[in-house]
């Protein structure tokens, strides 16, 4: 068993991402403590490197700006798309999420900022592109 994190990391932790006004995005401290494996893609890079040399049985948190984090957020990722071009019995609701399936088969979320008779306004940044976030880290153990 190591005592830090390194980048082949197996890790059992609990994580809470939260925005500085205290919105919570993501959390496992009220659940079972997640466990990932560095470098897989489970949790973002970005947010990985933070929890590099970090030791095992401590608690941690950290404040990263946008650029740490998800992201700045991108004018150019907000796209006004016609009905017509939506998928039919697509479920739309303003201020919610849509799943896209793209040519490739990989799938992608947007969210639904406005809607009417003729379009709909998508985001497709993070949802928490643009915040500057508070990432909590408690490292129950590392392998």
Not at 13 to 40: I, K, W
Not at 90 to 111: I, Q, R, W, Y
Request: proline share 4%; hydrophobic share 40%; glycine share 8%.
């Amino acid at each position: 068993m190591s005592t830090t994190v390194r980048p082949d990391s197996y890790l059992t932790l609990h994580y809470r991402v939260t925005a500085l006004d205290g919105e919570e995005f993501l959390s496992t401290f009220d659940m079972s403590p997640a466990t990932l494996q560095m470098g897989s893609g489970q949790l973002a890079e970005n947010l990985e490197s933070v929890l590099l040399g970090l030791n095992a049985g401590e608690h941690y948190v950290f404040e990263l700006e946008p650029e740490q984090a998800f992201g700045v957020h991108n004018e150019r990722l907000v796209e006004r798309i016609a009905r017509s071009g939506l998928p039919a019995g697509m479920e739309l609701k303003e201020n919610s999420v849509v799943e896209f399936t793209a040519p490739n088969g990989a799938t992608f979320a947007g969210f639904l900022r406005e809607l009417d008779e003729t379009s709909a306004l998508f985001d497709f940044n993070h949802p928490m592109a643009g915040k500057t976030i508070r990432f909590e880290v408690k490292i129950i153990g590392i392998m």
